[in-house]
């Protein structure tokens, strides 16, 4: 059987050593020889994914970064943000499977429990799960959000801030279990991927790591031979790809004479 290749789609250009911080994730799971995860950073951005004006310019350079996957050899894709930014637009435009880790966890929390709550770096990312819980019509089960308020950081992640990070992440945690009523905890961010152990050994109910669970979803997906519904997911009349990688390269040029 060939091996299955899964492009994981980064929301924010990287440099080789930040992006493996990102390639933890896959590595902390057990997958056989048969899948291997690439990563890709987008080619630009705008700043953290905290508001509409952001989440829009993230829909489309994740999508521009994703316009290849299917040519490029790929059997699924996954994006690397609990905004599921550019998903919807790329099930449109390709056939292979394509996973978001915010539906993802928080699909796979009422697998697990019955209420859960979301545990966040930020308060300012509380609307984004806001939108995706009403979008799936399960904000009956959320108990909300709690924020420990520190520094984010998407490209280094939370290298080097553990000892000060990680307390606070386990006493949010049982603010969300004693005070909210959550049964499952879900983490705010693929980029607080690198506190799931420790939690996991500290609190007694799940701690769902979103990014990791699209990539099992991505393998099992796949195991199945499911893709998304065409049905819903209609393709575009008329694809503008070529002016969408243009305008990329004109926020390329930008971006660097920033830097």
Known sequence: MAKKKVLVIVPFPMTEEQLGFRQEQHASLDFGPDIQFDYRPVRAAGGNLVSPYDWTIGDLVVLE???SAQEDGYDAVCIDTVSD???AALRTILDIPVIGPGRAMF???MLLGDKFG???MWDRWSGLYKKTIEELGIAHKF???HSID???DNRNLLSGKEEETFGLLEEGCWTLINERGADVICLGSTSMHQSHLYLRDKIPVPIINPGPVSYKLAEAVLGLGLAQ???YYKPPIVRVDDRLR???DGAVEEQSKGQ
Do not use: H
């Open 229 to 231: 519904s065409r049905q």
């Open 107 to 109: 699909l796979t929390a």
């Open 246 to 248: 243009a305008m990329l």
């Open 150 to 152: 520190a520094t984010v």
């Open 85 to 87: 930014s550019g998903v």
């Open 118 to 120: 979301v545990l966040a």
């Open 65 to 67: 970064a994703g316009l």
């Open 143 to 145: 108990v909300g959000v």
